[in-house]
């Protein structure tokens, strides 16, 4: 498996289980981000593991800080 694949199979499973868990918050576009930016830090320290990876994106995914901005 390529890094490309092992990087695309990592986000499917995290983005498929937040989305079906109703987790995903806000911007799609900016969640999707988040993710895979986690799976490329970890993959760049050389993780292989598809299910750490995906693990460890939900993880971070849920553990994030909320920005909530106020009208006011």
Known sequence: MTDLQL???SFEIAWKY???????TGEHRES???????????MLRGE???LLLSN???DAYRLR????????
């Not at 999707?32 to 970890?42: G, K, P, V």
């Open 7 to 9: 990087r695309a199979q």
């Open 32 to 42: 999707a981000r988040f993710i895979l930016n986690r799976i490329d830090r970890m």
């Open 56 to 58: 460890a994106a939900i």
């Open 48 to 50: 292989k593991r598809r």
């Open 18 to 24: 937040l989305d079906q868990s109703g987790l995903l």
């Open 65 to 72: 800080p909320l920005v909530v901005i106020a009208n006011a």
